[in-house]
C-alpha cells in the first residue's frame, strides 16, 4: 500500500496549503477538549530523531497545528534515528501516560506494530508519517512516495554521470520504510541503465558515520562516478568526503532532503541535485488527522502522497521551491 504511486498533484501540492486529510475550520469554544467534554487534547508526535533540519520541519508544522486547533504537542524522539528500541518506549510511554492521540514517524515497519496496537487496544488513535508500519493498522499514513523519490534520485543521478560508470549507495536503516522505498525506486530505475554498475552500498546516520562509509567505499572503488545519498545526513557526509578529497566534478552526488549544509553544497557544486520533501506538511497533516478521529470525524483518505520534487542550481530560486528549501517556523 505504501510503495504505490499516487498522483494527486502537481508541483503546487508541495506548498503549505497541500490538500490532504481535509482541514477543518476552527470551532468556537470546547476546542481543547475531548469527544467527551473532557480534559485539554494532548497529541504525541514521536518522529525517528529531533536534530536533522527534517524533522525540525515537522515539529513546525505540527505545533503550528496545535497551535491553530488549540491542542497540547508533545514533541519527543530517540537521540538517534537507528534507535528503534528507544523510539517503541517513548511510544509506550506516551500510552501510559493517556494522551488522546499519536503522530509517529516508524522506526521500524515491524518493531512499532506492537506499540501501535497497545495504543489503539486504549482507543488512543495513530496516524503515521514519513513512515510507516508492515500492517495497515493506522488511521492515515502521510508520506513522500519515496518510491518515486527512489527513481528520481537514480534518474539525475544517471544523467550527471553520462548514463554509465560505477556508482554507490548510501542509506539509513534497513526495515524502515523511508529507506525501503528509496532503495527499491533506485534500484527498479536503475535497471534502465545497463551501463551503470551499483558497486556499494552502506549504511549511516550521522554525517560522521557518512563520512566514514563513503571513504570506505570510495578506498574499495575508487573508480566511482556517482553516489546516491539517501537522507539529510548521509548527504552532508558525502558531499564532506568529496570537499576533502577534491572530487568536486569527478563524482556526482544526488541527496535527499534540504538541510542548510546540502543546500550550500548544491550552491557549490559538490551536490548535483536534491530529492526534496515536505516535512512540514508531514507535521502539520498528521496532527490536523489524528484530530479528525479524537473528534470522531471521518478521514476522507488512507493515505497521503506529501509531495516529492527535484532541486538543483536551475530551479532552486523558484519562490515555490525556496519553501520547500527553507525550515518554516511554526
Known amino acids: 500500500m505504501h510503495s504505490k504511486t499516487l498522483k494527486i498533484g502537481s508541483l503546487m501540492l508541495l506548498s503549505f496549503g497541500l490538500l490532504g ?7 468556537e469554544g470546547g476546542e481543547n477538549k475531548t469527544a467527551t467534554g473532557g480534559e485539554s487534547i494532548r497529541i504525541a508526535v514521536i518522529p525517528k530523531g529531533t536534530s536533522h533540519s527534517f524533522w525540525k520541519g515537522i515539529e513546525a508544522g505540527a505545533k503550528a497545528a496545535g497551535k491553530e486547533q488549540n491542542v497540547e504537542i508533545i514533541w519527543q524522539g530517540p537521540d538517534k534515528e537507528n534507535d528503534i528500541t528507544s523510539q517503541v518506549n517513548l511510544v509506550q510511554d506516551q500510552a501510559n501516560k493517556n494522551v488522546q492521540g499519536v503522530v509517529l514517524a516508524a522506526t521500524d515497519a515491524t518493531a512499532l506494530l506492537a506499540p501501535i ?5 486504549k482507543g ?11 500492517e ?9 512516495d519515496n518510491v518515486k523519490g527512489g527513481q528520481l534520485a537514480a534518474e539525475e543521478l544517471a544523467k550527471a554521470i553520462g548514463k554509465k560508470g560505477k556508482v554507490a549507495m548510501l542509506l539509513f536503516l534497513k526495515g524502515a520504510v523511508s529507506n525501503d ?16 554498475q551499483l558497486v556499494a552500498t552502506q549504511y549511516g546516520n550521522t554525517p560522521e558515520e557518512a563520512l566514514n562509509m563513503t571513504t570506505n567505499m570510495l578506498t574499495a572503488n575508487p573508480d566511482v562516478v556517482g553516489i546516491f545519498a539517501a537522507s539529510e545526513p548521509n548527504g552532508v557526509g558525502a558531499a564532506n568526503y568529496i570537499r576533502q578529497n577534491k572530487k568536486v566534478g569527478k563524482i556526482k552526488l544526488v541527496a535527499y532532503d534540504t538541510s542548510a549544509e546540502e543546500v550550500t553544497a548544491m550552491k557549490e557544486g559538490v ?11 508531514m507535521g502539520y497533516q498528521g496532527v490536523k488527522a489524528v484530530l479528525k478521529v479524537i473528534r470522531k470525524k471521518p478521514l476522507d483518505k488512507k493515505f497521503i502522497d506529501s509531495g516529492v520534487v527535484v532541486v538543483n542550481k536551475a530551479n532552486m530560486g523558484r519562490p515555490d521551491v525556496q519553501r520547500l528549501l527553507t525550515v518554516p517556523k511554526e
Do not use: H
Open 21 to 27: 486529510c481535509p482541514k477543518e475550520a476552527p470551532k
Open 117 to 121: 496496537k497497545g495504543l489503539k487496544a
Open 124 to 134: 488512543i488513535p495513530v496516524v503515521t508519517v514519513d513512515s510507516g508500519v508492515k
Open 136 to 144: 495497515d493498522i493506522a488511521e492515515c499514513y502521510i508520506a513522500t
Open 181 to 196: 522505498e528509496r532503495e527499491k525506486g533506485f534500484l527498479d530505475e536503475m535497471k534502465k541503465y545497463p551501463e551503470i
Open 271 to 281: 551536490i548535483e541535485s536534491l530529492i526534496v520533501q515536505n516535512p512540514w506538511e
